[in-house]
């Protein structure tokens, strides 16, 4: 049983300080790895790990051709500022060829899972000859996943997986007892800039989590230039959390008086504290047409906008 603290408890000082010892402690010596995707939970590892280990911490940024547009670049050159380099891995091929023909959401995130810390983070951690991966579970992660709502990529103990024994190396979680808003507070005080730390969730999965159906090349594509509109957009509303899914589905349109036969993107766009719960925010009518003709007019092929009003339960962040 994982003994929550919650942000309005956190001490973030006493638990900066009390991570960085056990942090040193497993390692030793030894090297450890942590993969970065600029995300809060890895953002704040990262500076965590940094802390509690220097030169002993390895950091890479693998990029699996499901980021969003210049991810990579970007946050690459963030942590660069920080004094923290990052090395990017091309993983673009081995991501896409292990999703080919997979259309099941749990499927799907298990070939994400397999091909991350098996092959790819596998093949880095043999070459380093680091013992230990450091990375960002947090507790609503470990929720989902024992509960079912959802596999998680990052739960393996509360699964009863050994990851030494299936990926040959032993994973560090010291962000596990927070949520959300507790991981932020601790990554203010980490002195992470606020374009991480109160940067809106993003999927470990990426956009594979906002693709329903099979995951390609053509579709990623489809999906990162609606991101980009909708983030674009909504950055000001005040949200939790926003999204654009695409849908498997072609819809029926219409075109230049002629039938034009494309995609559905849904928008979904939440107000919550430490995403356990959520509510759709009450965006209004004109915000949703701008969202719906900026998409039509920028992201080729879909001719349907929606937005999801379903609150979370029943409803979850991502569609996937």
Excluded at 215 to 242: D, I, M, W
Excluded at 246 to 274: N, Y
Aim: aromatic share 6%; hydrophobic share 40%.
């Amino acid at each position: 049983m994982i003994k929550e603290i919650t942000a309005k408890e956190l001490n973030t000082a006493k638990f900066i300080n009390d991570q960085v010892k056990k942090i040193k402690t497993a390692v030793g010596k030894g090297i450890a790895i942590n993969a970065l995707s600029g995300g809060v939970d890895s953002s704040t590892v990262t500076m965590l790990g940094n802390k509690a280990l220097g030169k002993q911490l390895k950091t890479v940024f693998i990029q699996n051709g499901l980021m969003r547009e210049g991810e990579a670049e970007r946050v690459a050159d963030t942590f660069r500022k920080l004094g923290i380099k990052i090395e990017i891995i091309n993983a673009k091929k081995e991501f896409l060829a292990a999703l080919k023909g997979i259309t099941d959401p749990e499927k799907k995130r298990e070939a994400i899972t397999q091909t991350f810390y098996k092959k790819v983070f596998g093949r880095i951690v043999k070459k380093s000859g680091a013992k230990f991966l450091l990375q960002g579970t947090i507790l609503t992660d470990v929720d989902e996943t024992v509960a079912g709502i959802k596999r998680q990529h990052n739960v393996f103990a509360q699964l009863g997986i050994d990851p030494k024994k299936a990926f040959g190396y032993q994973i560090i979680e010291p962000l596990i007892q927070l949520r959300k808003d507790g991981v932020r507070k601790t990554g203010r005080a980490l002195g992470l800039p606020e374009e991480l730390f109160a940067r809106i969730p993003f999927p470990g999965p990426a956009l594979a989590a906002r693709i329903i159906g099979e995951v390609t090349a053509k579709k990623l594509a489809t999906v990162r230039k609606a991101t980009s509109v909708v983030e674009r957009l909504l950055c000001n509303k005040g949200a939790f959390q926003y999204m654009a899914i695409l849908h498997a589905d072609r819809v029926t349109g219409m075109r230049d008086g002629k039938r034009d036969f494309g995609q559905q993107i849904e928008v979904r766009c939440w107000d919550s504290v430490d995403a356990r719960k959520a509510t759709p925010t009450k965006l209004t009518f004109e915000t949703l047409q701008k969202l719906s003709a900026a998409i039509i007019k920028e992201v080729p092929g879909i001719v349907s906008v929606t937005y999801n009003i379903t609150t979370k339960p029943p409803s979850t962040m991502e569609a996937v």
